[in-house]
């Protein structure tokens, strides 16, 4: 199943494409890798899921705001390149800033992962990297970038 049927099927819609926050582009592609800049829970141009996991939010917040960050992914990918030229996700880093005793990360993540399996099958198969840092911009709990191999170049 193509992944805006399989959005559509499980009641999602891609996200209106962000604007860079700074100097630099959201999709850059090399070759046939394109590196999607750190994406955020933001929605409709709303900053969603601000805080630290594990005082002002949940684990189940953190994975609610990582998947909204997969989402974000996928539009500005599929807005850059469409869906049909992923040969698929290479890798994501996910970053978070929580409390000193919170340490739940790797659940929070599969908010990603799962979404990013769940939509693009197998080729959102992918390696990952988590890191706890003590600030995020705007104060958003997470963050996520990601790279993926594509059939075309610009």
């Known amino acids: 199943m ?3 049927d399989k959005l559509s099927e499980i009641g999602l819609k891609l996200p209106e494409i962000s604007n860079p926050g700074g100097n630099y582009v959201s999709v850059n592609i090399r070759n046939n890798i394109a590196y999607v800049a750190i994406q955020f829970p933001i929605l409709d141009g709303k900053y969603l899921y601000t805080g630290r996991l594990g005082s002002e939010l949940t684990t189940e917040d953190g994975y609610q705001a990582m998947k909204l960050c997969a989402m974000n992914v996928l539009a500005q990918i599929h807005g850059k390149v469409g869906f049909d030229h992923l040969i698929g996700l290479n890798h994501i880093d996910a970053y978070f800033q929580a409390s000193d005793d919170w340490d739940d990360s790797p659940k929070v993540v599969d908010g990603a992962s799962d979404l990013f399996a769940n ?15 003590e600030k995020l911009p705007r104060n958003f709990s997470v963050g996520l970038t990601t790279t993926f191999t594509i059939t075309i170049a610009e």
């Open 119 to 133: 939509i693009l099958g197998a080729k959102g198969q992918h390696s990952r990297a988590i890191f706890g840092v």
């Open 2 to 4: 193509k992944p805006l």
